[in-house]
């Protein structure tokens, strides 16, 4: 895959787009858009807080949304009720734009709870699975923790990671359906397979830039440094 074909946006609610939203830029969610600039199709991770806008940034840079990838099933990432407030999500995208959304099998209920999407607007998948922007894969990295089905996208040396690493952090496990153990084993276990260089693109603008890379967290960031499940669990308590 060359980086003059690969079409990749990160795009920072409250901020490029959804500026008009009360809550958007308190939540400072980041939504990204993957893309192969030879086919103009691209893939839309986590579309929330205004649906019109994000079709309307990839209609303007030449770019068609085919699907949508959803990291986990919280309503800041795929819309629905947020403690009162309504949040527009994969709801409002299959109404306007409807597309293949792709989830992972273990985060179905979550997600057609909060959407009331029906089992036929999924397209189901597991760790390792691979979908296609345009003719460019995303593979699919299963990274329970935060919830049982969360997962992170890798296309080529980047990884959009949703609510399981931030830069300085990671998601919380102690949200109904979070799983401690689980996340500890993502994190020092599942992403460790992953390459030093590679860039860690979160879902949420929480620490003091906007990307870093695995092997700067490896070093730095005090979550994915723990050294015995023991001790992993007296820190998250």
Same mark, same amino acid.
């Given at each position: 895959?060359?980086?003059?074909?690969?079409?990749?946006?990160?795009?920072?609610?409250?901020?490029?787009?959804?500026?008009?939203?009360?809550?958007? &830029?308190?939540?400072?969610?980041?939504?990204?858009?993957?893309?192969?600039?030879?086919?103009?199709?691209?893939? !839309?991770?986590?579309?929330?807080?205004?649906?019109?806008?994000?079709?309307?940034?990839?209609?303007?840079?030449?770019?068609?949304?085919?699907?949508?990838?959803? =990291?986990?099933?919280?309503?800041?990432?795929?819309?629905?009720?947020?403690?009162?407030?309504?949040?527009?999500? /994969?709801?409002?995208?299959?109404? !306007?734009?409807?597309? #293949? !959304?792709?989830?992972?099998?273990?985060?179905?209920?979550?997600?057609?709870?909060?959407?009331?999407?029906?089992?036929?607007?999924?397209?189901?998948?597991?760790?390792?699975?691979?979908?296609?922007?345009?003719?460019?894969?995303?593979?699919?990295?299963?990274?329970?923790?935060?919830?049982?089905?969360?997962?992170?996208? /890798?296309?080529?040396?980047?990884?959009?990671?949703?609510?399981?690493?931030?830069? &300085?952090?990671?998601?919380? !496990?102690?949200?109904?359906?979070?799983?401690?153990?689980?996340?500890?084993? =993502?994190? =020092?276990?599942?992403?460790?397979?992953?390459?030093?260089?590679?860039?860690?693109? #979160?879902?949420?603008?929480?620490? #003091?830039?906007?990307?870093?890379?695995?092997?700067?967290?490896?070093?730095?960031?005090?979550?994915?440094?723990?050294?015995?499940?023991?001790?992993?669990?007296?820190?998250?308590?």
């Amino acid at each position: 895959m060359s980086e003059e074909r690969l079409y990749f946006r990160q795009l920072l609610a409250g901020e490029d787009f959804a500026d008009a939203h009360p809550v958007a &830029g308190q939540m400072a969610n980041f939504v990204y858009l993957i893309g192969d600039r030879q086919t103009r199709e691209c893939l !839309v991770v986590d579309p929330a807080w205004s649906v019109a806008e994000l079709i309307e940034i990839a209609g303007a840079d030449g770019m068609k949304v085919t699907g949508a990838l959803a =990291t986990h099933y919280h309503p800041d990432h795929i819309g629905g009720d947020l403690f009162g407030i309504a949040i527009e999500g /994969l709801r409002e995208l299959m109404t !306007v734009h409807p597309v #293949p !959304v792709h989830a992972h099998r273990d985060e179905v209920l979550g997600i057609r709870a909060m959407t009331g999407l029906s089992a036929g607007d999924l397209e189901l998948h597991g760790g390792g699975d691979a979908v296609l922007a345009g003719e460019i894969p995303v593979t699919l990295v299963h990274t329970p923790g935060h919830t049982p089905g969360s997962q992170c996208f /890798l296309v080529g040396d980047r990884l959009v990671s949703g609510d399981t690493l931030f830069v &300085g952090g990671c998601g919380r !496990v102690d949200l109904p359906g979070s799983d401690p153990d689980e996340m500890y084993l =993502t994190l =020092t276990q599942r992403l460790a397979k992953l390459p030093a260089g590679t860039v860690l693109y #979160p879902g949420h603008d929480y620490g #003091p830039a906007r990307t870093s890379t695995l092997g700067e967290e490896r070093a730095s960031n005090q979550y994915m440094r723990i050294r015995s499940i023991e001790d992993w669990r007296a820190l998250m308590s």
